[in-house]
């Protein structure tokens, strides 16, 4: 066996490794690890940085528990929010109000159409009642009262997407779009458009000077860091409640927008920015920005109530920017930010506000992703070359100057207000020292004695051998690999013991499992355990084997080969004969030492080892003794396969295409190949349900060589025929039963 030298790997390992987090900058590979070390860099810098200190220029008017107290459920009547804008306004001289609230739904509570209900029946001919409820009309026609109070005021409603996948309904009134599509080249959402909207009443919306979604985006671990100030939906751009409510402070002028172009090594790159009420905000390629969080409380809070009794200090209020929020319990909108588990949604969009009258409202910069790959990369083969010429020690030192250099770099794009992802970078400097110091370490001290003690109770004794000649490539740590896993089981085990006396019947299954277990280990395979009369093994661990499928694959061919052997010794014995059914699946599993302090084993688990299980199980069902998946098919280029159904088995919601083994590419007979090319075809036609073709491809093949197997669609196509698959009916076989 050929020893590849330690320097090698250990090259070849920190090259992978870079590689994956190349990778992973590049968009091919997600690494959510490295997106949290992405997120925490941001938290702690966001923390270190946030500016603190009061800043009233926004307002929160707050429906809170006192309010609600005091003014009574929510939703309250249009005549009381009448009487909030007209007081914000007229009494306190706001600049501009916006509200984190949708008016879905008319006002009914004032009894008008009451009123004109008895108007147009019982009351008719009444012309009293008729002249009273003219003169009424207009003072408990709340809705109309409201939107007149909305009406020539700088005011903002809010309203919301409806994500895609959540459905697509659309109530309310949408403001225009307050960009055409085309104001951008495009833009790249990191997520689908929306399919829906919850917007206000149409006599609202026409009255307001604008309107804005106040969707929250949340990042993966869900927190708040980024949001979306403009939205493609229909024809257009829409804009966030922030932005809109900012753009009617300043008057209401249209938003503009544009691509902002530059060149960096000779690359082209484009700044998406929108411009509110004169002030030019950058966007991110998605058309987000980061809020710009301020430390501690920072807006004050105003409850509604006291706006609505008069009791507030007109000072407070005067040419402010008010957002109408609640946080009361059961209405308020809790979010998580990078400084508090329970934030007030509608304080998000007032750091909003502040920062982009400020200008510090943060973006990444188009150029953001070749940097960082660049550096990836750069730094990857630097520190790899100091490593393995100087050293861990000169490799430390290293590692320590490039780590202050990208904060300073972070540093440096923080204060032109980019954000410019630096974990990746980091992580690679981190990762290839630690990967380096430990590969040096482990490879040292690791020795045969360790490799045999360990693996030697589940592998052959040479691949154990193999195994200590270079023990480094070896663990029973856990890990997640694609692997092959295979079970065999005695068909009718309960009626086969009983015909046998407990010492005989000791001396079959020591027999089968002692035959079985060879033919695992000439194949290279792990035995896992033996369940009774039921043998697990897989490949591909401990030891790599690219072609731990094909192994599998003739593993199970030869265990049916030898059992006709072991039959003829078991019957001039006396014994039964044995049937076997094997199952064999190709995944991703999980495998390494697993179990408790007092007993632990080293196995495979996962979704793809129980199918494997299932597998076997239904063997029986076709009348054959070997049953594959399709990603094991796919996997073994050696053999030649016959499909059998698509199933979906008990306790998976996919369909499973399931194949049985017909041998060997090279030396297989014609007849098979023709065989299976006829079964194939019916199995087709089956699907398609053209019962017809099927039966008589299949009652063809019974009269070359009768199998259960056509017996079994030819009985599936009998009852099809007597009743019919339901018209969604997929063709899947669906097994209730394990």
């Known amino acids: 066996m050929i020893r590849i030298p330690s320097r090698l790997v250990q090259a070849g390992l920190s090259a992978l490794f870079v590689l994956l987090i190349a990778a992973h900058v590049a968009g091919s590979i997600p690494i959510p690890p490295m997106q949290r070390a992405e997120s925490w860099l941001y938290d ?34 249009r005549d009381k929010m009448t009487a909030l804008v007209e007081q914000l306004f007229d009494h306190y001289g706001v600049a501009a109000v916006g509200f984190d609230v949708v008016f879905a739904e008319p006002d009914t509570s004032s009894g008008l159409d009451t009123l004109k209900h008895l108007g147009q029946h019982d009351l008719a001919g009444s012309r009293d009642f008729q002249a009273a409820l003219r003169q009424l009309t207009p ?24 994500p895609a996948g959540y459905g697509a309904a659309r109530t309310g009134m949408l403001p225009p779009p307050s960009l055409p599509a085309s104001a951008f080249d495009p833009l790249h959402p990191a997520m689908p458009p929306p399919t829906g909207y919850g917007a206000n009443l149409a006599a609202f919306q026409k009255a307001v000077q604008g309107a804005g979604f106040f969707n929250m985006r949340a990042d993966a ?33 249209p938003v503009t927008a544009g691509i ?6 000779g690359r082209q790159y484009r700044t998406p920015w929108i411009e509110v009420g004169g002030i030019r905000i950058p966007l991110s390629a998605d058309g987000t920005v980061y809020v710009p969080y301020h430390a501690g409380a920072p807006f004050p809070y105003i409850s509604a109530a006291q706006v609505l ?18 946080t009361a319990p059961g209405l308020t909108d809790l979010r998580v930010t990078p400084f508090s588990n329970a934030f007030p949604g509608v304080e998000i969009h007032a750091h909003l506000i502040a920062g982009m009258l400020d200008g510090t409202t943060r973006s990444t910069p188009p150029w953001a992703d070749d940097a960082r790959l660049l550096a990836v990369l750069l730094l990857g083969v630097v520190l790899t070359g100091v490593l393995l010429r100087f050293g861990p020690i000169v490799g430390l030192l290293a590692s320590i100057a490039m780590l202050v250099l990208l904060l300073v770099a972070y540093a440096a ?54 195994m200590s000649r270079n023990p480094t490539h070896y663990t029973m740590e856990g890990q997640s690999r694609e692997m092959t896993v295979l079970f ?10 009983e015909k046998l006396p407990p010492t005989e019947l000791a001396e079959v299954l020591n027999a089968y499992l002692s035959t079985m277990t060879r033919i695992v280990q000439q194949h290279r395979g792990t035995i896992d355990k033996y369940i009774g009369d039921a043998i697990m093994a897989f490949w591909n661990a401990p030891v790599d084997l690219a072609d731990h499928a094909s192994r599998a694959v003739q593993t199970a061919l030869d265990m049916q080969a030898a059992l006709r052997q072991l039959n003829q010794e078991f019957s001039a014995r006396g014994w039964p004969e044995v049937k076997i059914g094997v199952g064999v699946n190709t995944g991703r599993m999980s495998v390494g030492n697993m179990g408790s302090e007092f007993r632990m084993s080293y196995t495979v688990m996962g979704d793809a080892v129980n199918l494997g299980s299932r597998l076997e199980g239904i063997t029986k069902q076709y009348g054959v003794g070997i049953l594959v998946t399709q990603p094991a098919v796919e996997a073994d280029p050696d053999h030649v396969f016959m499909k059998v159904d698509d199933v979906r088995v008990k306790g998976k919601e996919t369909p499973v295409a399931i194949y049985e083994p017909l041998g060997g590419k090279a030396g297989l007979d014609g007849p098979v190949h023709q065989d299976a090319a006829d079964f194939e075809a019916a199995f087709a036609h089956y699907q398609a349900q053209d019962w017809d073709a099927a039966e008589a491809t299949l009652r063809a093949l019974n009269t070359r060589s009768p199998r259960t197997l056509y017996d079994i669609y030819l009985e599936r196509i009998a009852h099809f025929r007597e009743t019919p698959p339901s018209t969604d009916w997929d063709g899947v076989f669906v097994y209730t039963t394990k």
């Open 139 to 162: 003072s408990l026609d709340y809705d109309a009262r409201f939107a007149g109070a909305l009406a020539e005021r700088p005011v903002s409603l809010g309203y919301y997407f409806i």
């Open 44 to 77: 702690a810098w966001l923390k270190r940085t946030a500016p603190s200190g009061r800043d009233d220029r926004v307002v929160i008017l707050d429906i809170d528990e006192a309010s609600l107290k005091s003014v009574g459920r929510w939703p309250w009547s």
């Open 413 to 466: 794009a923080w204060t032109r207000f980019w954000v410019v992802p630096m974990a990746a970078p980091m992580l690679t400097v981190l990762g290839l020292y630690a990967l380096n110091t430990a590969y040096g370490f482990f490879a040292a001290t690791r020795s045969k004695r360790q490799i045999t003690k360990l693996f030697g109770q589940y592998v052959p004794p040479e691949l154990a051998d193999e």
């Open 260 to 265: 902002e172009q530059s060149s960096l090594s």
């Open 488 to 497: 065999s089981d005695i068909r009718g085990f309960t009626n086969f013991s």
């Open 309 to 326: 009794a008069g009791k507030v200090t007109p000072a407070q209020l005067e040419n402010r920017i008010v957002l109408v929020g609640s």
């Open 221 to 253: 671990d869900g927190t708040a860091r980024q949001m979306s100030l403009v939205a493609p939906f229909g024809t257009g751009y829409y804009l966030a409640l922030s932005a809109s409510a900012l753009q009617v402070a300043f008057g209401g002028d």
